[in-house]
């Protein structure tokens, strides 16, 4: 594998796991949460909010893999408190059920379309640094597009299972 399909992988897991262990403040009255109210629950709503993530991972490739790193580093936190902070008000059974059938498809996309933010970047810097003919070939673009489309049919497929499926998968499991 080569670097830029090992970097996403890597700096999800290891800022998830940062995210899971960080400290949250407990309280011994903590309201009930109403998921409908922190999540939007339309087709629409978390379609537009998955595909943000999935653009900024993209944009990396013009943005020298900036955007990408960033993006990487704050999805894998903010998705390790989160399911920290779900964990220890509902429960691991709670988390996998309302996770497993939608994240299947949605954490794929997300670093399947930051391999493609960082792959213009690392053949530019081959080029760069003489390992290259040409800082980007017409096999690089088809790659970098082919990894697009995928990464934004997987990211609506989860919203569809999101909406439509894991809230019936946790009816019928609990």
Same mark, same amino acid.
């Given at each position: 594998m080569k670097l830029y399909e090992v970097l996403p992988i890597?700096?999800?897991?290891? #800022?998830? &796991?940062?995210?899971? #262990? !960080?400290?949250?403040?407990? %309280?011994d009255n903590t309201p009930n949460i109403d998921i409908? !109210?922190? +999540?939007?629950?339309t087709f629409l709503g978390i379609l537009s909010n998955n595909l943000k993530v999935i653009l900024t991972n993209l944009s990396g490739s013009v943005l020298f893999g900036l955007s990408t790193f &960033?993006?990487?580093?704050?999805?894998?936190?903010?998705?390790?408190?989160?399911?920290?902070? #779900?964990?220890v008000t509902y429960g691991v059974y709670f988390v996998l059920i309302?996770?497993?059938?939608?994240?299947? +498809? /949605?954490?794929?996309a997300m670093l399947i379309a930051?391999?493609?933010?960082? =792959? $213009?970047? %690392?053949e530019i810097t081959l080029y760069l640094l003489d390992r290259k003919e040409k800082p980007i070939t017409e096999e690089d673009i088809k790659e970098f597009l =082919?990894?697009?489309?995928?990464s934004i049919i997987?990211?609506?497929?989860?919203? #569809?299972?999101? &909406? %439509? $499926?894991?809230? /019936?998968v946790a009816k019928l499991l609990m």
């Open positions: 890597v700096l999800f897991l290891i #800022f998830f &796991v940062f995210g899971y #262990f !960080t400290k949250i403040p407990t %309280y409908n !109210t922190i +999540f939007p629950n &960033v993006n990487m580093l704050y999805n894998g936190y903010i998705l390790g408190v989160q399911a920290k902070i #779900f964990t309302t996770t497993i059938p939608h994240c299947i +498809f /949605e954490i794929p930051a391999i493609a933010g960082f =792959k $213009i970047p %690392y =082919k990894l697009a489309l995928i997987l990211i609506i497929i989860a919203a #569809f299972v999101e &909406v %439509y $499926i894991t809230p /019936e």
